[in-house]
């Protein structure tokens, strides 16, 4: 029976995306962030991305791929961007290739053109980039346990975004967070991490920064090829640096906040104009290093995309002046009290509390009036966090040199009651589940579903043994049920995809789109039965929550 209509085709039964559509035609977001796993050649990752992305959403998904005739001067644009791929990431070449193949396999031809155009065409200005970002990585004397912990979040719009995990046959595994898919043409996002310890951690505020004067821009790598490229082949902090300052930037976007699990970490707020790396210690931070999206280098102010005469440099906080500095100051000063405050304390459910430390209401009569001030007052009245209602993604990293690494991931945030940081802040999600779910960036793919199944299996006893304290007369029991069961489906599903008879009969790329589709069950699986668990056994949502002096201790101390 043909029933979903995408892109202009219609799609049978049998290959229903795995997304939901409402009147028959609108493709809503899933409550759980995609997972779509690659495998092997430049050549068969690129085939494998562009056909899960249409198993997972349909054929719609990739109409902004193709493109109409281009003018002389995009002409020469394309051909020295692509000449800078072949030069500095031409892994990216092949997949392209691939992404072409793979999308006409399916059903949508694709040229090896339109692909390249989609990844290069936000170097010609066609796009936005999200709204604000936070993000921090801590190790040593500021974690409990020494190791290596990184957190970021991208804010934005949630539409339709996957998280990739990698294990090509050159290179290094890893997992990175990408950018809304049908809006950037670049694999641009975070956080990411590969097994050799090192992660990618957040932009940096490159995107806000003037690396120089527009009249110069030009052509570059992309700012997500190249972030690709790093993580694949860098093996630590400091090959990442070198690699990050080795790429044409055009633009200047280029830098980002890099960290591995020896203790290395920096931020490259902007490449030129001055060049300026932050490091830890070089403000007052002890094994951390945070950032959102403003500059923190003193250095920087004249630089910011929107200078003021009222711009000032806030200690901790970076320079405030207007657009998205005056939200970027306060949630840079929320992650250094906690940081400082809780020096030796911060472990993988400090990371999470962090987020769930959510925004309050702004202190106006009505929301109307707290937009109509915020730019004149630079943010007054406003309760600005790093958890919000903009979050599209929260990640949280333990990065390890081996096999060990674990990724943690959540399609929007994750604090169930949280405000807008800004005015144009308000997202609001379908049946958000406010969970992560775990990935383990394990030796090869057979060992992730392996290990996304095995988590699946730890979050449905602890979910099914809060559950079933309740009676059925009590109210939270049935709507819980209807969650619970959802979990339990999906580990089915998850069973039928990694069972050998019917995994047996599938190789090549075949066989890779199908693990994917196992991964993706256990990942909803662990989503919702974590949902079901958080209901009856709420998680921390304040420092004191897990034994730690109050916020309020540190923020009203004189200075703080």
């Not at 043409?185 to 004067?213: D, Q, S």
Request: glycine share 10%; hydrophobic share 35%; aromatic share 14%.
């Amino acid at each position: 029976m043909d029933i979903i209509r995408g892109g202009g085709k219609i799609l049978s039964e049998k290959h229903k995306p795995e997304i939901e559509f409402a009147d028959g035609e609108v493709p809503l977001p899933q409550s759980v962030r995609p997972l779509i796993l690659l495998k092997g050649s430049d050549y068969d990752m690129g085939y494998q991305y562009y056909q899960q992305l249409i198993r997972v959403f349909g054929f719609w998904i990739l109409e902004r791929v193709t493109y109409d005739r281009l003018s002389d001067e995009e002409q020469k644009s394309k051909a020295v961007n692509e000449r800078h791929i072949q030069q500095y990431a031409p892994e990216m070449i092949e997949m392209f290739r691939g992404m072409a193949d793979g999308a006409t396999k399916a059903g949508f031809p694709l040229t090896y053109d339109d692909v390249l155009v989609h990844f290069i065409k936000d170097r010609r200005g066609m796009i936005e980039r999200p709204i604000d970002c936070s993000g921090f990585a801590a190790w040593g004397t500021t974690t409990q346990s020494g190791n290596l912990i990184c957190a970021g979040c991208g804010d934005h719009e949630l539409t339709f975004e996957v998280t990739i995990a990698a294990f090509p046959d050159t290179g290094n595994n890893f997992i990175i967070s990408p950018f809304t898919v049908t809006e950037f043409g670049e694999f641009g996002g975070h956080p990411g991490m590969n097994n050799k310890g090192l992660a990618y951690v957040h932009h940096g505020a490159t995107h806000w920064i003037k690396g120089r004067p527009e009249a110069e821009w030009t052509d570059g790598l992309g700012e997500g090829i190249a972030i690709l490229h790093t993580l694949r082949f860098a093996n630590n902090a400091k090959e990442a640096e070198d690699m990050q300052f080795s790429y044409p930037c055009g633009k200047g976007f280029i830098g980002g906040f890099w960290a591995d699990t020896r203790g290395d970490a920096f931020i490259i707020e902007c490449k030129k104009n001055p060049k300026a790396v932050r490091k830890a210690g070089d403000y007052g931070e002890r094994d951390f290093l945070y950032a959102t999206n403003n500059a923190l280098h003193k250095e920087l102010g004249h630089c910011q995309k929107s200078p003021s005469k009222g711009t000032v440099y806030i200690p901790h906080g970076g320079w405030l002046g207007t657009g998205t500095t005056i939200s970027s100051v306060p949630r840079n000063l929320e992650m250094w009290n906690m940081l400082h405050h809780y020096h030796g304390k911060v472990d993988f459910e400090f990371a999470k509390m962090m987020w769930r430390f959510a925004s309050q209401a702004p202190f106006y009569p009505t929301l109307e009036e707290a937009d109509a001030t915020y730019y004149a007052t630079q943010g007054a009245g406003w309760d600005q966090k790093i958890g919000n209602l903009s979050n599209a993604a929260v990640g949280v990293m333990l990065p390890d040199d081996g096999n060990e690494g674990l990724y943690y991931i959540s399609n929007g945030c994750v604090a169930r009651r949280a405000f807008p940081h800004v005015p144009r802040g308000y997202y609001y999600r379908i049946a958000p589940t406010y969970t992560f779910y775990q990935l383990k960036l394990t030796a090869d793919q057979e060992g992730m579903a392996a290990a996304a199944k095995e988590r699946a299996q730890y979050e449905l006893y602890y979910a099914n043994n809060e559950l079933r304290k309740l009676a059925y007369s009590d109210i939270a029991y049935a709507p819980l049920e209807i969650i619970f069961n959802k979990a339990a489906t999906e580990w089915h599903v998850g069973q039928y995809y990694l069972d050998p008879v019917f995994l047996g009969k599938v190789k090549g790329n075949e066989y890779v789109c199908q693990l994917g589709k196992a991964i993706r069950a256990f990942a909803k699986c662990q989503a919702f039965a974590k949902q079901v668990y958080n209901s009856l056994v709420p998680p921390a949502t304040r420092p004191e929550d897990l034994g730690h002096l109050p916020w309020e201790y540190w923020t009203k101390k004189k200075g703080n």
